[in-house]
C-alpha cells in the first residue's frame, strides 16, 4: 500500500482550464444530380487562420453527419470531401455555439476541367476497399515517429507488445510507397520513420503481390499499412545515433542511415546491449529502433525479430546487431527489394523448479537445478524481384538464404521423489553443443491473365533446402534406486547431419461466369519433402582414449517422404457490399519412413481425405462489415509418432511410436464482427472461434510406480475441443478543446476439452478462462498523458476423474503510463505494472510493482536527446513462476534482469524536404 500511494502522488496531476463554446453542426450531403445520399463522406472543421484541423466526422447511409466539438474561434471552415465530386467549402460563425443546421450540401461530380481546387485535404477518405489518412490533418508532439501518429489515428490501437489493430483487425504488414521497409518488420518501421516525412496512411486488406495484381479479395482479416512519402521528402539522407552506459556494467547502442532518392532506398542499422533488447530500448528511448519493453524482459529473457531468434531462450542476454534494406526500379518493368541481416547473442541463465506430478492413483516430485550458456550468430539475406512484362503478365521471385551458427554449454541436476518424499532416481547431466543450420528458399509465382472479365492463370513453385550439422558431447550418469538399482552412465559423442528438400508446386485457373462477379476456380497443388536425419553416436572407449565405439541403440539413420496431392475446386462470388466462397479439395498422401540402422521399423501409410474452405464477408456500410469462414483440415500424424522405434536417449523416459495412428479431422469455425462509428468516436469489435477435433493425437504415458521411469507412446482420441471469444468497445469523448479521453473495456475469453491419459488411465480436462479488462486514456493537449489499464483473469479447471482436483485461480494485473511533455523539451514518462497472483505458494513472493522511468532532454536545437532511464525503479522484479497443467504443478526461479540506471544520448539528423528541411508543424494534438 506504501508503494501505492507513493506511486500514485508521483503520478496523478491536477490541470485548470477554460471551457470553450460548444456547438453542434448537421446536415445532410446529396449528389446534386440525383439527390442520393453520399455514405462516408467527409465532413470537416478546420481554423480559418492557419487550416489546422478542428474536428471530422463521415456521413452515414442517409448521407447525414453531426459534428459536435468545442472552439474559442468565432469562425470556422466547412469542407466536404467525397472520391469523384468537387470538394465544398463554407466559412461557418460559431461564435454563438448552439445547434447550426446547414440542410442539404450538394456535391457535383468531379471534372477536371473546371473543378475548383481547395488546397485542403480531408482527414479521413473512404474508398471501395481503402481507408485513408491525411497525415497533416493528425497532430503530435514534435519529433513524433510513425508509431505516435498510428496512436492517434481514429480506430488503431497498439498493445502493449507493438501489435496494430485497425477497426479490430491485425496489421500483419507495413508498406513503404508500397514496398517492403527492412523485411515487413512492423516495429522497425513505425518505430524509425518519422511522422514528418510521410504524406498519406493507407490501410486494405492483406494481398499477395499476384491477389493485388489480379484483383482479388485479400485476407479480411488480416490489414496492410501503406506509408506514402511526400514527393519533395522522397529524396535525401536522415536517421539516428545512440548510446548509453548505466549501472551493474549495463549498456546499449544504436544508430541508422537512411538514403531516399525517389524509387531507390538504402538504410542501414546497427545496435547492441546487454539489457535483453534486440539492439533497442524501452519508453522515450523508443525514437531509437524498438522497445524490449518490461514483459519482454521476463523470466526466459529471449525475444525474436521478423523469425530472427536472439539468444538461447533464456537469462540475460547480450545482443548486436546488424542489417542493411534495398530498394529500387530497376526499369519500367522490374523493382527489387532486398534485405541483410547479422545478429549475435550470448544468453546466460540458472534455473531451479519443483514439480508435483498428480497420477490416478498416486503422485510423485521432482527438483531440477539447471545452469546454461548459449552463444548464437546468424546471418539472413532475403529479396524480392517484381517484373511486370506487360499489364496482363505478372512474375514475383523472392529467394531468401540464412545461415546461423550456436553453441551452448549446459549442466543439470535433477532428482524424483515418490508419494513419501523418499528418492526414487536421480541424475546429472553435462553437455556441450555445436550446431551450424543453413537454409535456401525461393518462392516463384507467375500469373497471366486474360481478357477483362477476370480470368487468369497462376503457376506457383516453392522449394526449400536446409541442413543442420551438430556435434554434442554428453556425459550424463543417472542413478535408479529401489528393489531393482542400475546405474546408467554415458560419455558419449553425437555426431549429427539432418537435411530437407521440399518442393512445393500449385496451379490455379480461375474461369469467370458472370464477369468480374462469379467465378469457378480449378486448382492442383503437389508437394514433395524429403527429410533425413542422422545421429551417429560414439561411447567413449578408454583403451584408444577417443569416441570410436559406434552405439547402435542411440544412433538414428531415418528418412522421410512426405507425398501430398490435392486437386480442388472452387466457387467465388462478389458483390459490392458482400462476397462468398466455397472450396474443396481431395487430399491423397502418402508418408514413408526407411529406417537405415532398424528396417523392421520402415513405415509407409497412404492417407487420404477432403478438406473444405469457405466463407463470407458482408458489409453493412463503409463503417460496419462481418466475416466468417469455415474449416475443414485433415492433419496426417507425424512420422516420429508413427514409427516403432525406441528412443532411449533419455534413460527415465522411452518413447516409442504407434503405426496404427489415424490422421485427425479438424473442423473449424471463425466470426468477426467490426465497427467504427465516426460520429460518436466509438469502436466495437467481435470475434469468436470454436474447433473440434476427431482422431487427435494425444501423447500416452506409463509410470513404473516402483522406479518413475516413464514409457510414452501416442494415441488417438475423439472429442478434442477449444475456442475462444473477444470482445472490445472504446470510445472518445472531448472534455473541451485542450482535453479528450478515450474509455476501452473489453473481454478475451478461451475454453478447451481435452482428452488426455494419465497413466494409462483416460480422462478429460474441461479449461474456461476468462479476461475482463478495462483502461482509460487521458490527454491534455501535449502536456500531460494517462493510461491506465487493469485486467483481472479468471481460470477454471474442471476433470471427470476423482484423482484430479478441480482448480481456479485468479490473478491481477495493473498498469500505469504516464507521460509529461514539459517546456523546453523536457519529456518524462512512467511505465508502471503491478501483478498479484494469490495461487502462488508460500514462501514465494505473490505480488510486485515493476516501475520503469525515463527523463528526456531535448538539445541541439531538437536534434539532440539526452535521456536518463531507470529499469526496475522499485528493485522487485521477480523471477518466481508457478505453472499448474493437467497433471503437475510446477514452481520455477531462474536469472532475470535486475534494476539499473542508464544515461543515454541520441542524435538525428535529416535533410529530406525543400532546402534540407524539415516539415513540422509544431505541438499540437487532435483526434
Known sequence: MRNLIIITALLCTTFSFSQSKEFIITGQVLDD???????????????VKDSSLVTYTITDKDGSFSLEDASAEE????????VGYQSYKKQIAIKAGGTINLGKINLQISNALDEVVIKSSAPVTIKKDTLEFNVNSFKTKKDATVEDLLKQLPGVEIDEEGKIKVNGKEVNKILVNGKPFFGNDPSITIKNLTKEIIEKIQVVDTKTKSEAFTGEEGDKE???????????????VFGRVAAGVGTD???????????FDNDQRISVLVGGNNI???????????KMFGSGGSRSWSANGSFSINGRQFGGGQGITTSKLAGANYADALSEKTEVAADYFFSNSNSENETSSQRETILSDSRFFSNSNSRSNNDTQSHTVNSDFEIKIDTTFFINIKPSFAYSKSTTDYTSQDETLDEDRTLTNQSTLSSFVDNRVKNFSNEISVTKKFGSKGAFLRFGLDNSFNNSESEDFINSNTEVFGSSPETINRNQF?????????????????LPIIEKEFFVSFDYEYQHNKDENKQSTFDYNTTTD?????????????EYTDIKSAPGVSLSYRKEKWSARLGADYVSRTLKNNDGLRPQFNVERDFKAVELNSNFNYRFSKKASIYANYRLSNRPPSLRQLQAFEDVSNPLNTVVGNPNLEPTNEHSFYMGFNAYNWQERSGFYMYANISRSQNAVVSRTTIDPATLKRITTYDNVDGNQSGYFGVDYSKKFKIDSLQSVRFKIGNWSNFSKNINYNNDVQYASNVLVFNPNFGIDYVYNTIFEFKPRYRISFTNNKYDIDAFEDRNFTSHNLDLNTAFFLPKGLEWRNDVTYNYNPNIADGFQKDAWFWNASVAYSVLKDKGLVTLKVYDLLNQNTNARRTATND????????????YFMLNFSWKFNSLGSKGETRDNGMYYMD
Open 546 to 558: 577417443g569416441f570410436d565405439t559406434f552405439n547402435e541403440l542411440l544412433s538414428t539413420d531415418f
Open 494 to 510: 553425437t555426431d549429427g547431419d539432418n537435411s530437407s528438400n521440399n518442393l512445393q508446386t500449385d496451379i490455379s485457373y480461375r
Open 222 to 236: 488480416n490489414k496492410t499499412i501503406n506509408l506514402t512519402i511526400k514527393e519533395e521528402n522522397n529524396k535525401g
Open 276 to 286: 535483453n533488447s534486440p539492439g533497442f530500448s524501452f519508453g522515450e528511448i523508443e
Open 249 to 259: 556494467k549495463r549498456y546499449e547502442f544504436a544508430g541508422m542511415f537512411n538514403r
Open 75 to 82: 469562425n470556422l471552415n466547412l469542407l466536404v470531401s467525397y
Open 33 to 47: 444530380l440525383d439527390q442520393a445520399p453520399l455514405e462516408a463522406a467527409t465532413v470537416y472543421l478546420e481554423r
Open 888 to 899: 503437475y504443478i510446477q514452481d520455477t526461479q531462474s536469472t532475470v534482469l535486475r534494476q
